[in-house]
């Protein structure tokens, strides 16, 4: 009997090897060669699947958010509190762990990217639509439940919020100390996500 | 008498020129034969100056880095309100005009590289380690006129600032929509930079 081969089974495989890579070495070390020799596959059965390493990352970037999709779909499926779930959709965003790495990583690479590849500008526009519309609702959620000022400007606090998560993860990316920073907050999610941005206050 | 060549001032130009490219055209318009082209020097006058289109970028980083850098001294040197000038230091890092689309392009282009080039990591973090101390001196100057609460964690602050900031800028890029969404608040530095990172609070 001939062998069934489940293909996006093994095309997530190795975009998910991929993703370890990235975690562990960065974008440039992504290459068939070193995705072929991670995964056990030979680089003859890779090309079927991707034919260079921008496949190759193209891929990781889908698997990435594929599986953000899934840690997104948990905060909104859970029935507690909106804001604790807020706090846990902006910090499943911050390159704290191997899988966040790779997805701040894989990001920040095709942010850059964008600027010169429609497709991809198309797609990475979407996956920040997308989190944009998972963080107001959870914000909306919070307000019903008296958990957040009615007063606010949701979609200003939306963007803001969205905006500097990425803004952190790229800082964190790009220095330990602010990486540390981050971390050494107290209750994270407290503190991190606990801000929403408001007019600055006169002191008295 | 041999005609004396100020190659400063002509390497400024031509990373002024690439600057403008990248404005109007992006990262990747960048090649010593556009620059060539838009400036009028020959490409072997160029070659005397830069060797690629990398070289060309990173003399466009930096050359943006020092105008930026005016642009922040002249608010450290300003003696009316800290507010507004912390206001201006923030506006003055959103892609709103030429010399910030350029701004904003060529450093999200170096963020991305910087992850797989030392020196250009180096650079990077410097950057943005001296635009943290001085949103941070604005903040402290704030503060002591009373015009911010003085309970605020400034590190915190900075750091949430600054990354809020290359966030929006980031997204602005990428979206159409965001940048209007960020042209259209009224009073921009009233609505944008004045807004700290605050705890969110109970809507009772």
Redesign the interface.
Known sequence: MPKIVDHDRRRDELADTALAIIARS???AVTTRSVAEESGWSTGVLAHYFTSSKDLLVASLRRAAEIQGRVLQRYRDQTGSP?DALHGILESLLPFDERRLALS?VF??F??????DDKI?DE??EY??NLRRVVRRSIVA??DQ?????DLDI??VT??L???????S??A???PA?ME??RK?PHLP??LT???????????
Chains 1, 2 share one sequence.
């Open positions: 960065g974008i440039r804001l990583r920040l690479h942010y850059a990217e964008s600027t010169a500008h990475i526009s920040a639509d919070a307000q008296g958990q957040v000022p009615t979609d200003a963007v803001d969205v905006a500097a998560i990425d803004g952190l790229v800082h990316l790009l220095d602010i920073t981050l907050r407290e503190d606990g801000y929403i941005l408001r007019p600055l206050q006169g002191g008295d």
